[in-house]
């Protein structure tokens, strides 16, 4: 055999070798770089539904609470005893007592309620134009 035949055998052989060796890790590297991408998407998908699907709820369970909240306040009887004594030159018709006294009533029950629920920071009950007729504010720790 002269030389440039074995040099060409030897060259046929050193391509076969690395091909044989070289396009299976490249093939298993790109499917383990996929499936590993695919893998960590999901996982992260997965995650940030859990995290929207909680602050969801918190949020649902908070607005649910602020409307009964809300609910209650409308049916306290100083709001309705300020409504009418403003109606009345600042005396209520019902019981005589004052807008001062009503307004000092609801203060009171803002206070109370503002102390049971420390998600809220402050509340205010407003007349019709918009002016604070009582306000309470909770207190720094």
């Given amino acids: 055999m002269n030389l440039l035949a074995q ?9 076969l070798l690395l091909s044989s060796t070289l396009l299976p890790a490249v093939v298993i590297g790109s499917y383990g770089i996929f499936a590993s991408s695919n893998a960590l998407r999901d996982t992260s998908v997965l995650q940030q539904k859990t995290i929207i699907s ?13 409307e009964s909240d809300i609910r209650f306040l409308l049916k306290v009887p100083p709001i309705q005893g300020i409504i009418r004594s403003r ?55």
Avoid: C, M
Avoid at 7 to 15: A, E, F, G, N
Avoid at 59 to 66: P, R, V
Avoid at 94 to 121: C, D, E, H, M
């Fill in 7 to 15: 040099s060409k055998i030897y060259k046929q052989t050193l391509l």
């Fill in 54 to 66: 909680e602050r969801r709820e918190q949020i649902y369970s908070f607005l649910d609470n602020s």
């Fill in 87 to 141: 109606a009345n030159q600042g005396i209520d018709t019902v019981g005589s007592s004052t807008q001062a006294v009503w307004t000092q009533r609801l203060n009171t029950i803002f206070v109370s309620l503002i102390s049971a629920k420390p998600n809220y920071r402050s509340l205010s009950y407003l007349d019709e134009e918009g002016r604070e007729l009582v306000h309470v504010s909770q207190q720094a720790e």
